[in-house]
């Protein structure tokens, strides 16, 4: 499919659907305290809350999430198996 020259670029998004699990339980980590690690304060609050909530975001910003929770756990997690393309 061609797109329009002013169409926006397709971004590929991502669920994290153990984010809540992993960060309350094995953490015991508020959002703000995971955000607080994240490089540049990137993705958002806001942004991490609708990825606990199911929604997909930008597969970069999961991805980041992702890798900060993986660090602190410092355990091997496989992101294929926890971030689901979406």
Do not use: C
């Amino acid at each position: 499919m061609v797109r329009g020259r002013n169409s926006p670029p397709r971004h590929r998004l991502a669920k994290f659907p153990r984010l809540r699990e992993l960060r309350e339980t094995r953490l015991g980590w508020e959002v703000t305290e995971l955000a607080n690690k994240l490089p540049n304060g990137r993705p958002s609050i806001s942004s991490i809350y609708r990825l606990e909530q199911g929604f997909a975001i930008r597969f970069a910003s999961a991805k980041r999430v992702f890798d900060v929770i993986e660090s602190a756990l410092g355990e091997k997690l496989d992101a294929t198996k926890e971030l689901i393309r979406g």
